[in-house]
């Protein structure tokens, strides 16, 4: 079953989080809240999460995966392990170490710099 980015993004989210209430989600995802809860009511729908009560409050909503979106994440990861083994084995040895190396830089002056990698703050050197 193939599932929209916006929605594997929404799975990763809850996925990180261990458990979310709504307004944390829409927060994340930097969405309104109504597109937040439609996203939901999809999964929920498709049984990738699930809705309970909150810890806190009987009024709050936890949104959490549910076996099913575990699988489906596990699955992605799997894919997406695969597809870049792949493309690994047609570099060159030299070229798949310039790569390590190069992410491994890359890695180090994150860690420095304290970094969260936001896309909107990423720009390439002219």
Request: hydrophobic share 45%; net charge neutral.
């Amino acid at each position: 079953m193939p599932v929209p980015a916006t929605q594997l993004r929404v799975l990763f989210v809850v996925e990180q989080n261990g458990a979310i209430n709504l307004s944390g989600l829409a927060a994340e995802l930097g969405a309104l809240l109504s597109s937040a809860s439609r996203l939901c009511d999809r999964l929920e729908a498709a049984g990738l999460i699930v809705r309970e009560s909150g810890q806190q409050s009987r009024r709050e909503i936890a949104i959490r995966l549910s076996p099913d979106g575990e699988a489906l994440l596990d699955r992605v990861r799997q894919e997406r392990q695969e597809e870049i083994k792949k493309v690994l084995a047609r570099m060159p040895s030299v070229a798949r170490q310039a790569l390590f190396n190069g992410l491994s830089e890359f890695r180090a002056a994150a860690d420095v710099s304290g970094t969260s990698g936001s896309a909107e703050s990423f720009s390439m050197p002219a």
